[in-house]
T-cell receptor, first 115, second 114 residues
Framework: AQSVTQPDIHITVSEGASLELRCNYSYGATPYLFWYVQSPGQGLQLLLK??????LVQGIKGFEAEFKRSQSSFNLRKPSVHWSDAAEYFCAVGPRRTGANNLFFGTGTRLTVIP | SQTIHQWPATLVQPVGSPLSLECTVEGTSNPNLYWYRQAAGRGLQLLFYSVGIGQISSEVPQNLSASRPQDRQFILSSKKLLLSDSGFYLC?????????????FGSGTRLTVV
C-alpha cells in the first residue's frame, strides 16, 4: 500500500540555521515525489518534484531535496532558513503516469522560525 | 497557463444553513478535480474527486456533497451545515493523461460554522 510518513509534526529553527524535513514513503513502483508548502491561510504551492535522473533536485525559494531509493526517503533541505519560510510542508508520492486520486500526501510538518 | 480559482475566501455560516463553494479551472480541458478539507492542525483529508462531468467519487461519507456541472467547474455543497464542517477547504486539479505533474491547488476557503 502507498503511504507517506513525515515523522516530525512540528520543527522550530532559528533564522539563518539549516533545515531538513524528513519524508519516507512506501510505494510499490518507482515513484514521482513532490514537496508542497502551505503558508498560513493559503493553498499548497509546489516547491519541487523528482521524476528521474539526478537524485538531488532544486526547487523554488532556495529549497532542495534528495531522493534516496535505498532509504525510501525524499528529505527537504535548505541551507539558511528565512523567517518567511515559516509554513506547513507536505511531502507527496505518486505514480509516473497520472490518473485519478493517485497522489498520496503525508500529514505535514509545521515549521516555526524564530529570530 | 492554467489557473484555479476558489471562492469565497472566507465564509461564516450558522449551523443548519446551506453551503456552496465553487472552484473553476482555466487553461486546461478535462482535468481531474479534487476537494480537500483541513481541520485545525490536521493534514489533508480528501473529500471528493471527479474525473469528468457528472462523475463524482466520495471518499468520506458525511454531510457534504459535490457536483461537476461543467468540465472545469467543481462545487462543494451542503444542505445543512454542522459545527464539525468548519475547516479550510481546498480545491485542486491534475491532468488526466500523461506524466504526473502533481496537483495544483486553489487558495482555499476558510469556513467557520457558528
Amino acid at each position: 500500500a502507498q503511504s507517506v510518513t513525515q515523522p516530525d509534526i512540528h520543527i522550530t529553527v532559528s533564522e539563518g540555521a539549516s533545515l531538513e524535513l524528513r519524508c519516507n514513503y512506501s510505494y510499490g513502483a518507482t515513484p514521482y515525489l513532490f514537496w508542497y508548502v502551505q503558508s498560513p491561510g493559503q493553498g499548497l504551492q509546489l516547491l519541487l518534484k523528482y521524476f528521474s535522473g539526478d537524485t538531488l533536485v532544486q526547487g523554488i525559494k532556495g529549497f532542495e531535496a534528495e531522493f534516496k531509493r535505498s532509504q525510501s526517503s525524499f528529505n527537504l533541505r535548505k541551507p539558511s532558513v528565512h523567517w518567511s519560510d515559516a509554513a506547513e510542508y507536505f511531502c507527496a508520492v505518486g505514480p509516473r503516469r497520472t490518473g485519478a486520486n493517485n497522489l498520496f500526501f503525508g500529514t505535514g510538518t509545521r515549521l516555526t522560525v524564530i529570530p | 497557463s492554467q489557473t484555479i480559482h476558489q471562492w469565497p475566501a472566507t465564509l461564516v455560516q450558522p449551523v443548519g444553513s446551506p453551503l456552496s463553494l465553487e472552484c473553476t479551472v482555466e487553461g486546461t480541458s478535462n482535468p481531474n478535480l479534487y476537494w480537500y478539507r483541513q481541520a485545525a492542525g490536521r493534514g489533508l483529508q480528501l473529500l471528493f474527486y471527479s474525473v469528468g462531468i457528472g462523475q463524482i467519487s466520495s471518499e468520506v461519507p458525511q454531510n457534504l456533497s459535490a457536483s461537476r456541472p461543467q468540465d472545469r467547474q467543481f462545487i462543494l455543497s451542503s444542505k445543512k451545515l454542522l459545527l464539525s464542517d468548519s475547516g479550510f477547504y481546498l480545491c485542486a486539479w491534475s491532468v488526466t493523461t500523461g506524466t504526473h505533474y502533481g496537483y495544483t491547488f486553489g487558495s482555499g476557503t476558510r469556513l467557520t460554522v457558528v
